[in-house]
């Protein structure tokens, strides 16, 4: 069984899953990482810029399907970027091939956390590096038709510890 975490960026996908890939003693596969190391470390921001979003893009359809057809795990935490899910072909693989959990927040919660990160997030920056939150609605716009269309279950994170979201995500298991 393949667990797909999925949400946008900011909502605490890649730290939700570490945290349930050790109560649950099975391998986590972060795509963003998975991506960065098939093409020699590169960071995600760096290929973003380097190669521009179409070509991230088809790295990352590649990826995802190079991940779930060779896996031999019998049960593997899956983390998404937050834009996996634009692409049909991602979206099919996901839908067909995993248990996809959409971790939800609301845009006061992610632009939040957003402003706050210190992780690089180009898309909601802007060419001098500044924050732009209104870039953050549309994105999410964007974006979240495809997280519901795949999820097989929706959890609501805003106000919930690590703890809580983690007993949810166990209780739909």
């Known amino acids: 069984m393949v667990i797909s975490l999925t949400g946008f960026m900011g909502v605490g996908k890649s ?5 349930l890939s050790k109560h649950l003693y099975c391998k986590l596969i972060d795509l963003d990482k998975y991506i ?3 093409h020699g470390g590169i960071p995600i921001v760096e290929l973003f810029g380097l190669s521009g979003q179409e070509v991230f893009r088809n790295a990352e359809e590649k990826a995802l399907e190079d991940i779930l ?4 795990e019998k049960v593997l935490i899956l983390s ?10 991602n979206r099919e693989l996901i839908k067909t091939m995993t248990y996809c959990i959409y971790l939800k927040a609301s845009l006061e919660t992610l632009t939040s956390r957003l402003e706050k990160s210190h992780k690089q997030r180009p898309l909601v920056k802007d060419s001098e590096g500044l924050f732009q939150s209104g870039k953050i609605a549309e994105l999410f716009l964007e974006r979240e038709p495809g997280y519901l269309e795949c999820a097989s279950h929706v959890i609501d994170v805003d106000n919930l510890s690590m703890k809580d979201i983690l007993i949810k995500i166990m209780d739909v298991l």
Do not use: F, P, Q, V
């Open 15 to 19: 730290t939700i899953a570490a945290s």
């Open 36 to 38: 960065e190391e098939s």
């Open 69 to 72: 057809s060779n896996n031999r």
């Open 80 to 89: 998404l970027g937050g834009g996996a899910l634009l692409s049909h072909k």
